[in-house]
């Protein structure tokens, strides 16, 4: 397989699963996907433990908003957690693709949990706040100036913390993804598009570069970015 230059991102290449011409077979397929590829290398599991978990309480409510939360396996992982822990937890998905709104709720029931077809800003315009913003997988689908957007929406959002969560791009990032799905995933988008999206994701001094001041960027394996926020006076 030839390796595409990663040196320079490919803010300019798009995912299959992007389409509306898509094949809906093999979207949805995506989508369950998802939740054994991020149960992978998403690292959610250990940013609950470490960085939601200590603020949530028995008795009183948390909020958590989930931004383009797609076929909704991270809102889901997310609010299943805290239900475990005995920590009340209530998570909102939202995305404004209607096929990923209608995978997510087409999905059993979690408790504490709900989907919303809608954008950040809708929010923000909506007065909406919660105690924590987060997003998966969402950065790279987003150019500087978009990016800048989405930040300030989380700002305005997030009554105490942000956390941005995306793949760093490298080499080992690609060739190691390519080699791990090479004989997995044959009947949904997740080979392609998971490679295409290594491409289109920032290095650590590219973030840091494009996110304003009070940003902190820091790196996790594998190949992870988690870009984060704390509201000062939280």
Request: proline content about 5%; charged content about 25%; some cysteine.
């Amino acid at each position: 397989m030839a390796r595409p230059s990663l040196r320079v991102r490919a803010d300019e290449a798009a995912e299959i699963m992007d389409s509306p011409l898509c094949d809906p077979a093999m979207l949805t397929r995506t989508y369950q996907d998802f939740r054994v590829v991020n149960a992978v290398v998403s690292g959610w599991r250990r940013i609950y433990r470490r960085s939601i978990r200590p603020a949530l309480s028995t008795t009183t409510e948390t909020t958590l908003l989930d931004v383009g939360s797609g076929g909704g396996d991270i809102s889901r992982a997310l609010a299943r957690w805290a239900t475990r822990d005995g920590l009340r937890l209530r998570v909102t998905g939202i995305d404004p693709d209607a096929r990923a709104h209608g995978f997510a709720t087409s999905q059993p029931h979690i408790a504490g949990l709900s989907f919303r077809r809608a954008l950040s800003s809708d929010l923000v315009v909506e007065g909406a706040r919660f105690d924590f913003v987060v997003s998966n997988h969402v950065l790279h689908h987003l150019g500087v100036d978009e990016l800048k957007g989405l930040l300030v929406d989380s700002e305005q959002l997030a009554r105490r913390h942000v956390l941005h969560a995306d793949l760093e791009r490298s080499n080992v990032a690609y060739l190691g993804f390519a080699a791990a799905t090479r004989p997995f995933f044959r009947r949904s988008y997740i080979r392609p598009d998971g490679l295409t999206s290594i491409r289109r994701s920032y290095t650590a001094p590219e973030l840091r570069a494009a996110v304003p001041a009070g940003w902190t960027v820091s790196r996790g394996l594998p190949s992870r970015l988690v870009l984060g926020w704390d509201r000062p006076d939280a």
